[in-house]
């Protein structure tokens, strides 16, 4: 990442704390709860999960036993090496040919 992108994201934080962005992981178990009863979720529409190699994300899920295929209808899973859970800043240009490769198959 850029200096001057690391220099906003910190100046974000000096302003706002971290708190918010933290709420979301600590309430990840109450969220499955409260929307477990809603039937089938499955997402229909064609889908895409762009994810790095270094990033913990999809195997956490993968360990507790989240099936993203079981979710997503048709889902692609697209992994770059050498990239975390930052990716779009770590690979944009990957990333971007990623998405324009995946509207492309949808006819967009």
């Known amino acids: 990442m850029s200096r001057d992108f690391l220099d906003y994201i910190a100046s974000r934080y ?6 918010s962005p933290l709420n979301w992981y600590r ?9 477990a009863a809603q039937g ?17 994300t999809h195997r956490y899920a ?3 036993g989240l099936d993203m295929h079981r979710q997503c209808s048709d889902l692609r899973i697209c992994e770059v090496i050498e ?26």
């Open 40 to 56: 089938d979720n499955t997402i229909t529409v064609p889908a895409m999960y762009l994810t790095g190699s270094k990033d913990w």
């Open 62 to 64: 993968e360990s507790i």
């Open 83 to 108: 990239a975390g859970h930052w990716i779009g800043q770590e690979q944009a240009e990957w990333v971007n040919g990623k998405i324009a490769e995946f509207l492309a198959s949808t006819g967009h």
């Open 27 to 35: 309430n990840f178990e109450r969220t499955w709860e409260r929307t």
């Open 14 to 19: 000096r302003r706002h704390g971290f708190e």
